[in-house]
C-alpha cells in the first residue's frame, strides 16, 4: 500500500486546512484510512479514520471541527479542518491498514499496517 498525503501549512487560529491522502495498493476490499498526528513532546493520536464500510471515528477533541470523506473513485481520503486551535499543531500523518481492522479500532489503538510521510499543520494564535 502507497499512501501520498498533501496538505497542511500554517495558518491563523480559527481559520481551516484540508490533508488529503491518496491511496493505492490494497489488496482486501475492507480497509481502513484515517490521520494520526504528533505533536512535540506528546504521544500520536489518532485523530480521524474512516473505513471501507463508511465508518468514522472522530478524536473527541476534534469532534464538531474536523469532517473526514473518502472518494472511492479517486481513492483519495479528506481531512477538512475547521476551527483550528493552537492545540491542534503538529506533523499529521496519513495511515491505513489493509485488511478488517475498522476506522474506530485502527484509530483508538493508533497501530496502522501502514504509514506514510508526515505533513506540518501549524495553528499560530
Known sequence: VQLQASGG???QAGGSLRLSCA?????????????????PGKEREGVS???SDGSTYYVD???????ISSDNAKNTVTLQMS???REDTAVYYCAADD????AQAMCATRISDYLGQG???TVSS
Open 61 to 67: 477533541s476534534v469532534k464538531g471541527r474536523f469532517t
Open 83 to 85: 476551527g483550528l486551535k
Open 23 to 39: 491511496a493505492s495498493g490494497f489488496t482486501y476490499d475492507n480497509y481502513a484510512i484515517g490521520w494520526f498526528r504528533q505533536a
Open 49 to 51: 479514520c474512516i473505513d
Open 99 to 102: 485488511g478488517i481492522t475498522g
Open 119 to 121: 505533513t506540518q499543520v
Open 9 to 11: 501549512g500554517l495558518v
